[in-house]
C-alpha cells in the first residue's frame, strides 16, 4: 500500500443516536466509492460494519467499526460508532482516533439524547465537527424548524453548507450555499440567505480577514475561503450542516466533497504528550518521533487480539521495537493491518495520521500510549449498573472468569469484580441493555450462557460516637493455656483528614507508632508504655483489627472510617501467644465498636438529568419520591435543562426506564459514584434484621 501524505488524510466517526442512518450511509460510501461491489443493507443483515451476530440479530451497531476508501485524491478513514447512550464508551474510543466528528441527524425525528451527547463528547475531544442532515427522503420532516432547533442548541455557528431540493419522495438533490449556482428552484431554503451568514462564520476564525471585511468590504478569494474554512472548523466558529438520504444516495458524494473542503487533516490542529513531566507538542509528521494511541480493542474468535492503533507522529513498520507505556521492555510490532469492517489486509508501513491495527499483542490495552511520550489518558465513564454472574454448568467457574476478562479487555465501559463481602462476581456496566448485549455474546462466542441477580448492594459500617473498652482472653484446657488482654480506645475518623496531625494529637501523647489502612481509612495507635503488652504481640491485634474490618460487626459488611488507640493491656509470660492477642484484638474491636453509635454507611451517586424542560417537575417529584437531593439545574441548551441530583444508590435501581417513560425517551443521565452516607434508621433495621455475623469467641 502506497504511503499516504498526512494532508490528504481524512479521518472521521460518524456519530449520533440510534438509527439515524450512520451505518447505512457508510455503505452507501462505500458501494459509490467503488471500495466494495455489493449492495449492503442493515435490513437484510448484509451491512459491511454491521457483520456481528448480535448486531445483525438486533439491527443496530454495537462496536465501532473501521472502513477506508479514496474520494477526491483523498484516503478517509471512516469509523462507524453506536448510537445507543449504552454503548458511548465504543463511541468515545473512536473519537478518539479521529480529526473530525460527523454527527448524523434523523431528519424526522431531530435532535435525540445521544445527539446531544457525542456532539458535546467531540467538543471535548477538541475534534473538528459537521453535522448531517440524513433521512431526507423521508415524510413529515419541517426542515426550517430543525435547522433552527440545532442552532438553538449548539449555537448560529452551526451553518447550511447545502440546503434540500425537496423533501420525502420529492427529495432530489442538494444545492450549495458557499457557491450558490444559478438555478436553486425547488430548494427548502434560499441558499442566497445563507451564503452570508456562512462566509461570515468562515471569516470569522481569522482575525485579519474579519478586518479586512469590515473595514474594506472585501470577501476572500476562493483560495483563501478554502484554507479559512478548514481553520474555521477546527476552531469551532463553525459546524457545516449538509443533507443526505444514505439510502437513496442523494447528497453522498456532496458529503464527501464537503469532508474533502473543509474536514481536518491531522496535521490541522497539533496536540500535547508529556515527557520528562513537561509537555511537548505533538506535529503530524511521518519523520517525527513516534507517538501512537491504542484506542479500541476488538477480541475476534478468528483473528483473536485486534488493538487498533491511531499514528500522531512517525512511523510504525512491521518487526519494529517500539516503547509501550505500560510495557517494561517495550513490544515488538507484529504485522501491521488495515482494517475493512471484518477484513484485514497486511502492510508494511504506516504513517502519521494513518489508522491500522496490529493482531495477538497482549501487552497491548486500549489507551496505551506507543513511543517515548505520553498521551493523557482517554476518559470513559464509569460504569454504574451492575449484575451478579454465575455460570448455568457447575464447574464453568474458570471458563466465565476467562470469557467475562476478554470483555474487560475490549470494553472500557465494562467491570468485573469479585466482592469480598459478598462472595459474588459482579459484571458491571453502562445499562441493562449493556448488559444483556454482553449475555448473548458469552453464549455465541465462549459457548456460555450465564445466570443473573441483582448483587448485593457494598454497604459498609463506622461508627458515629467515641468509646472506649478491654477483652480479656483466656482460656486454659490442660497444659499451655491462652491468655491476652487489649485495652482500646475507638473514634471516628472522617474522610480527608491529615493523618499525621490526627494522629500527633495530644490525646496520643505517648504514641510510639501508628498505621493507616488507606483501603478501610483505618488508623491505629500504638500508644502502650511499660511493656504491659510486649512489642511483638503488637503485629498480632493488628490481624484482629483487620479481620473486623474486612468481616464487619453489626451487619457483616466492610468497617471503615475510624481510629483505634491501644493504650493498655496485660500479658502471662507463658499463656500469652499470637493467637491469644489477634483474639482478643478482634473482639476488643467488637465489643467497644458496638458501644461508639455504629451504623451501616451506603453508596450515594450523582445523576445528572438533561430533559426538556416541560418534564423538570416530574424529575424533582420523582428524586423526591425516592429520597434523591437535588442539588440545582442549569441550562444545557436548547429547551433542555440538566437536574444535579444526589440519591443512594439502592434508590437508583432501574432508574433509566423510569426516565424513559417520564419524557418520551428524551431524557438522559449520567450517573457516577459520589460518596458513602449513612443510610436512614429504617432501612438500616430491615438490612440489621436479615444479617448476622457470626464470631465463635461470642460469649
Known amino acids: 500500500m502506497a504511503k499516504v501524505k498526512v494532508d490528504d488524510i481524512r479521518n472521521l466517526a460518524l456519530c449520533g443516536h440510534g438509527s439515524v442512518g450512520k451505518t447505512t450511509l457508510i455503505d452507501k460510501i462505500l458501494v459509490s466509492t467503488g471500495t466494495v461491489k455489493a449492495n449492503p443493507s442493515v435490513d437484510d443483515e448484509t451491512s ?14 454495537i462496536e465501532a467499526k473501521a472502513t477506508y476508501f479514496g474520494h477526491g485524491g483523498k484516503q478517509f478513514n471512516v469509523l462507524d460508532t453506536p448510537g445507543y447512550p449504552d454503548f458511548i464508551g465504543q463511541a468515545i474510543g473512536a473519537l478518539n482516533g479521529v480529526d473530525t466528528a460527523v454527527v448524523v441527524i434523523n431528519a424526522q425525528s431531530g435532535i435525540e439524547v445521544n445527539t446531544r451527547r457525542v456532539f458535546d463528547e467531540a467538543g471535548k475531544a477538541g475534534l473538528g465537527r459537521m453535522i448531517v442532515i440524513n433521512k431526507m427522503d423521508a415524510e413529515n420532516i419541517d426542515f426550517s424548524a430543525l435547522v433552527d432547533s440545532i442552532k438553538e442548541l449548539w449555537g448560529n455557528q452551526c451553518v447550511l453548507l447545502n440546503v434540500p431540493v425537496g423533501h420525502g ?12 449556482p444559478e438555478d436553486t428552484s425547488g430548494a427548502l431554503v434560499d441558499p442566497a440567505e445563507v451564503n452570508g451568514p456562512l462566509v461570515e462564520q468562515i471569516i470569522e476564525a481569522d482575525e485579519d480577514a474579519m478586518m479586512v471585511y469590515l473595514e474594506e468590504g472585501q470577501l476572500p478569494s476562493d483560495a483563501e475561503l478554502s484554507k479559512l474554512i478548514v481553520h474555521a472548523v ?22 464527501l466533497d464537503a469532508v474533502v473542503m473543509c474536514g481536518l487533516t491531522p496535521a490541522t490542529k497539533s496536540c500535547t504528550a508529556i515527557k520528562d513531566g513537561e509537555e511537548v507538542e505533538i506535529v503530524a509528521d511521518s519523520d517525527g518521533p513516534l507517538v501512537a494511541r491504542i484506542f479500541k480493542t476488538r477480541i475476534d474468535p478468528f483473528v483473536q487480539k485486534l488493538s487498533f492503533i491511531r499514528i500522531l507522529s512517525g512511523s510504525l513498520k512491521k518487526d519494529q521495537q517500539i516503547s509501550a507505556s505500560n510495557v517494561r521492555k517495550g513490544v515488538k510490532i507484529s504485522q501491521l493491518l488495515k482494517v475493512q469492517a471484518s477484513e484485514t489486509i497486511p502492510v508494511d508501513t504506516a504513517g502519521a495520521g494513518e489508522i491500522v491495527a496490529v493482531a495477538k499483542m497482549e501487552e497491548l490495552h486500549t489507551g496505551t500510549t506507543l513511543g517515548e511520550l505520553d498521551l493523557p489518558p482517554i476518559s470513559f465513564p464509569k460504569p454504574m449498573v451492575g449484575l451478579a454472574v454465575t455460570p448455568k454448568s457447575r464447574g464453568d467457574e474458570t471458563k466465565l472468569s476467562g470469557a467475562l476478562n476478554k470483555v474487560v479487555e475490549e470494553d472500557p465501559t465494562f467491570s468485573l469484580d469479585r466482592d469480598a463481602q459478598t462472595k459474588e462476581l459482579v459484571m458491571t456496566g453502562m445499562s441493562e441493555l449493556h448488559l444483556m448485549i454482553i449475555q448473548e455474546r458469552l453464549k455465541r462466542r465462549d459457548k456460555l450462557e450465564v445466570e443473573t441477580k441483582e448483587p448485593k448492594i457494598p454497604f459498609r459500617e463506622t461508627i458515629q460516637g467515641s468509646a472506649e473498652g478491654s477483652y480479656r482472653h483466656k482460656k486454659q484446657s490442660g497444659g499451655r493455656g491462652q ?7 475507638m473514634c471516628p475518623l472522617p474522610r480527608g483528614t491529615n493523618i499525621e496531625e490526627f494522629a500527633t494529637k495530644a490525646r496520643f501523647a505517648s504514641m510510639k507508632e501508628f498505621h493507616y489502612d488507606e483501603k478501610h481509612n483505618f488508623l491505629w495507635v500504638d500508644s502502650v508504655v511499660g511493656g504491659v503488652i510486649p512489642g511483638n504481640f503488637m503485629p498480632a491485634i493488628e490481624k484482629g483489627f483487620k479481620e473486623r474490618l474486612t468481616g464487619g460487626v453489626i451487619a457483616g459488611y466492610m468497617v471503615q472510617d475510624l481510629c483505634i488507640e491501644v493504650h493498655f493491656g496485660k500479658h502471662h509470660p507463658v499463656d ?11 473482639m476488643a474491636f467488637k465489643q467497644v465498636f458496638e458501644q461508639s453509635r455504629p451504623c451501616l454507611l451506603e453508596p450515594v451517586v450523582t445523576l445528572d438529568i438533561t430533559v426538556p424542560e416541560e418534564s423538570v417537575g416530574d424529575v424533582y417529584s420523582d428524586m423526591s419520591g425516592r429520597g434523591g437531593r437535588v442539588q440545582g439545574s442549569d441550562s444545557a441548551g436548547g429547551n433542555l435543562t440538566t437536574v444535579h441530583t444526589e440519591i443512594a444508590l439502592r434508590a437508583a ?3 433509566s426506564r423510569s426516565l424513559s417513560s417520564m419524557t418520551g425517551g428524551q431524557g438522559s443521565y449520567q450517573m457516577e459514584f459520589s460518596h458513602y452516607d449513612a443510610m436512614p434508621g429504617d432501612v438500616q433495621r430491615d438490612i440489621m434484621a436479615k444479617s448476622k455475623v457470626v464470631d465463635e469467641e461470642d460469649e
Open 48 to 61: 459491511i460494519c454491521d457483520f456481528d451476530p448480535e448486531e445483525k440479530g438486533h439491527k443496530y451497531t
Open 169 to 180: 419522495v420529492d427529495f432530489k438533490g442538494v444545492v450549495s450555499t458557499l457557491k450558490v
Open 483 to 489: 491468655f491476652g488482654e487489649v485495652h482500646i480506645r
Open 653 to 655: 435501581a432501574n432508574y
Open 234 to 255: 477546527a476552531e469551532g466558529s463553525l459546524v457545516p450542516i449538509v443533507c443526505t438520504s444514505a439510502k437513496t444516495g442523494i447528497g453522498v458524494t456532496e458529503f
Open 576 to 586: 500469652s501467644s499470637e493467637t491469644a492477642f489477634k483474639t482478643a484484638g478482634r
